[in-house]
């Protein structure tokens, strides 16, 4: 009676991992992992989410898997005159342990092509922020650039860009959670979903986060919401043979995903083709694909147990029961380790203040 599915690839998560120093347990990969997010990969933070990233892998952390592109290739922390200036960047993010890098308006194509030249000698994809910029996003296209961050602020597409974006296999992740041209996507379901009163979004958020991101609610109207028509856009490559991926900026860790996976599905997306991109076709927008996003034998077991089907209905890729990554199974719930062996997850400290709380006010009642 349950739906089995590969786990979610967000390749657009800024969790917030770019401290020099860890805590013992750090709450948006959990939230994450809780929600089915088996992968992220930020695009554009510190070194410091490399770091972070082995100590997940190493298991001493419980959270989705972490990619991270280290500091963006700004005109200001990467001033790049020549391709050797470029070789020499990619060269020392190589060494800091990146998979990928983020190019970041550099203002002259010719710079640009630089740090994708010297990406390719490396054997470093090369991923961009886009910037709204209709133009420099189809050079870019041209020019043989791997991604680009963010939505094309023109809606919609037509047939003309729409076979550039997908001829180039250039990877569109919209991030409709902060569409451009329009209010962002997630305080559409910031005003629809009473997160405050939520015991999973309650348990993997900090009191204090969630108090500021759910007392104030914005009041929009519903038609000035533009992502639909932006993700019909997204629609249209994939179905011409390009990629896309599925982007949640961080906006809230883990639920996010899922806004996110139904607003892409919002343009008129069949089930399958948004799953397929928050999962196998993510995975190979970030060069994972022979490891990632499916299930199939080989690749690393990651997967998610849902009460009911989201081909059924795409909201319920939240009805979760059990979680897996690398093998490992977890309650969905609270993140309890199953197996191979039971482990219980460190119950957080607002959820422990909390508690104190209602017991102190329990027991002033009684007297």
């Given at each position: 009676g349950t739906t089995i599915m590969p786990g979610l690839v967000d390749v657009h998560a800024h969790p917030k991992t770019g401290a020099e120093m860890a805590p013992e347990q750090e709450w948006s990969i959990a939230a994450n992992l809780a929600y089915g997010v088996t992968t992220t990969r930020n695009p554009s933070g510190s070194r410091w989410n490399v770091a972070w990233g082995e100590l997940v892998d190493a298991g001493e952390m419980v959270g989705s898997r972490?990619?991270?592109?280290?500091?963006?290739?700004?005109?200001?922390?990467?001033?790049?005159?020549?391709?050797?200036?470029?070789?020499?960047?990619?060269?020392?993010?190589?060494?800091?342990?990146?998979?990928?890098?983020?190019?970041?308006?550099?203002?002259?194509?010719?710079?640009?092509?630089?740090?994708?030249?010297?990406?390719?000698?490396?054997?470093?994809?090369?991923?961009?922020?886009?910037?709204?910029?209709?133009?420099?996003?189809?050079?870019?296209?041209?020019?043989?650039?791997?991604?680009?961050?963010?939505?094309?602020?023109?809606?919609?597409?037509?047939?003309?860009?729409?076979?550039?974006?997908?001829?180039?296999?250039?990877?569109?992740?919209?991030?409709?959670?902060?569409?451009?041209?329009?209010?962002?996507?997630?305080?559409?379901?910031r005003a629809r979903d009473d997160l405050h009163q939520d015991p999973k979004v309650s348990f993997f958020?900090?009191?204090?986060?969630?108090?500021?991101?759910?007392?104030r609610r914005p009041l929009i109207v519903e038609e000035d919401y533009n992502f639909a028509d932006i993700a019909r856009g997204v629609r249209d490559v994939v179905r011409a043979g390009g990629l896309a991926g599925l982007g949640s900026h961080g906006q809230h860790d883990g639920i996010a995903a899922h806004w996110e996976l139904w607003m892409l599905q919002s343009g008129d997306m069949t089930p399958m083709e948004a799953l397929r991109i928050a999962t196998i076709i993510g995975a190979e927008s970030i060069g994972f694909e022979e490891d990632l996003g499916s299930l199939a034998v080989g690749k690393l077991a990651d997967l998610v147990v849902l009460n009911s089907n989201p081909l059924d209905d795409i909201q319920n890729s939240t009805d979760l029961r059990f979680v897996m990554k690398n093998g490992e199974l977890y309650d969905a719930s609270t993140l309890d380790r199953i197996w191979p062996s039971p482990r219980p997850f460190p119950v957080p400290y607002w959820v422990r203040e909390q508690q104190a709380l209602e017991a102190l006010g329990n027991g002033a009642g009684g007297r």
């Open positions: 972490i990619f991270a592109t280290g500091f963006p290739l700004t005109s200001n922390n990467a001033p790049i005159s020549s391709y050797e200036d470029a070789l020499r960047v990619v060269r020392r993010y190589k060494a800091q342990g990146v998979h990928s890098i983020k190019q970041y308006l550099q203002p002259r194509r010719i710079q640009r092509q630089w740090v994708l030249q010297a990406a390719k000698a490396e054997g470093i994809n090369v991923t961009n922020e886009g910037a709204a910029d209709l133009r420099m996003d189809i050079t870019m296209a041209v020019d043989g650039f791997g991604a680009i961050e963010h939505s094309i602020g023109q809606v919609p597409l037509y047939k003309d860009v729409v076979t550039v974006l997908a001829d180039a296999r250039l990877a569109y992740t919209p991030t409709l959670v902060v569409a451009y041209g329009a209010p962002a996507g997630d305080g559409y379901w958020t900090p009191s204090e986060i969630l108090a500021r991101q759910t007392r």
